[in-house]
């Protein structure tokens, strides 16, 4: 039984990347040649942004990962480390580089991402049997899919036999979408992984229930579909139902969804309602969208709480 004194445990397996930002008025078409205003190096990764996000909020996070032996490596390490994430299980990986991300962003916040995996494709089954005991400990693991398909379903095969909770982001979702995949405690798509996953459309509510449902019936104990300004959509025993989102002036739409993820993880352990953790986690998300960067975008506990309080 968990101590509900002690800060939730969480355990986040998956990609550390440095980040490669450019700021520009719009996304170049194909062919033509744009000015962009300013580049930046910010240390990121969907599995590293949910260790800081679940560590802003309150949790005692340990990151089980890869980097590479070049100067990005050390650095990548470090930041975690500044957030309060538990590096002892990132592993430096020799002749090889460092994950990296080149992402463009617009004027509107939106932003276009290519990823070079590096490191993050080594990360193995045989590491993850490595630190079972730190899954076993744990309440619960996040996943994402910005490491090797067979490396997450073990990780949901070991988390499963020790009930483990397990939130997985299905980012960047895969062409071929295996049922093993989706047998864990919550999902959480955007619309385009939404429809990617299911193969059904996703252009209205109507259309993203029938989405979710299919991901539940298919394993997910509950599904919970990002849908930007609209907010979330959660789909699970009880039906669907559509949990709005916090308005906001958005600046940076780049790591939203990963703090909406890492908070809503720390909400969900702490009081096992998943609505309060969504408000929360939406909380969180809005807060990171005004904000430029990955990991230095992210709210703290305090002021996740009076955003989330202000408005509920």
């Known amino acids: 039984m ?47 942004n949910q260790a800081v996000s679940a560590a802003c909020a309150g949790g005692n996070v340990s990151m089980i990962g890869r980097v590479g032996d070049d100067a990005f490596g050390g650095r990548l390490i470090q930041g975690l480390k500044n957030f309060g994430v538990n590096c002892d299980s990132v592993q430096p990986t020799a002749n090889c580089e460092s994950g990296l991300a080149l992402i463009s962003v617009e004027d509107s916040g939106q932003n276009a991402i290519m990823i070079v995996a590096g490191a993050n494709g080594r990360l193995s089954a045989d590491d993850i049997e490595t630190f079972r ?3 076993q400990t744990s309440d619960a693991v996040l996943l994402q899919l910005e490491t090797p398909l067979a490396t997450v379903l ?59 449902r299919s991901l539940y019936q298919r394993g ?5 579909i990002t849908l930007g300004a609209q907010g979330a959509y959660l789909y699970d025993d009880q039906g669907g139902r559509l949990i709005p989102a916090f308005a906001t002036t958005v600046v940076d739409t780049t790591a939203a969804g990963d703090a909406f993820v890492g908070a809503l993880a720390i909400r969900w352990i702490e009081t096992d309602d998943l609505e309060e953790a969504i408000r929360f986690g939406n909380a969180a998300g809005s807060i990171a969208a005004t904000r430029l960067g990955a990991q230095p975008s992210m709210g703290s506990r305090t002021e996740i709480e009076q955003l989330w309080k202000s408005l509920t």
């Open 2 to 48: 968990r101590d509900t004194l002690a800060p939730p445990r969480v355990v986040v397996v998956g990609s550390i990347n440095m980040d490669l930002v450019v700021r520009c008025a719009h996304f170049p078409q194909p062919g033509e040649t744009i000015a962009a205003r300013s580049l930046q190096e910010v240390s990121g990764g969907k599995g590293a």
């Open 154 to 212: 073990r990780v949901i095969e070991i988390a499963r036999e020790c009930e483990t909770r397990v939130i997985l982001d299905p980012a960047p979702a895969p062409t071929v979408c295996p049922d093993e995949l989706l047998q864990v405690d919550l999902i959480c798509p955007n619309e385009q992984e939404a429809a990617q996953l299911s193969g059904l459309p996703v252009e209205s509510l109507e259309q993203i229930e029938l989405a979710a």
């Open 133 to 135: 005991q730190l899954i």
């Open 220 to 224: 997910a104990r509950h599904v919970v």
